[in-house]
Nanobody, 115 residues
């Protein structure tokens, strides 16, 4: 069983920054991507960013140029550095891990951007 534990969410003013972390534990085996999704109230879940073990990253259009995803393959940790945050970035952010054995999701961490 795989566990993903997110941290780093909170309340930040517009224009501010936050850094989310996600650590994977358990029987992981081979994995081919880690990433972040988010879901705001009343909206569909949206893919934010994704990264492969080799470091290839991709981003959703709404966060390009503002968010940066990075990873540590030794302890299977992924980070999401968020800058220039906007109120529309407010959502619950979920960490994901894609493996040959299937996908896993974290419990989510709340990010609120408000003055």
């Amino acid at each position: 069983q795989v566990h993903l534990v997110e941290s780093g969410g909170g309340l930040v003013q517009p224009g501010g920054s936050l850094r989310l972390s996600c650590a994977a534990s358990g029987t992981i085996g081979s994995w081919y991507a880690m990433g972040w999704y988010r879901q705001a109230p009343g909206k569909q879940r949206e893919r934010v960013a994704r990264i492969t073990p080799g470091g290839r990253a991709s981003y959703g259009d709404s966060v390009k140029g503002r968010f940066t995803i990075s990873r540590n393959t030794a302890n299977i940790t992924v980070w999401l550095q968020m800058v220039s945050l906007k109120p529309e970035d407010t959502a619950v952010y979920y960490c994901t891990l894609d493996r040959m054995a299937g996908g896993s999701w974290g419990q989510g961490t709340q990010v609120t951007v408000s003055s």
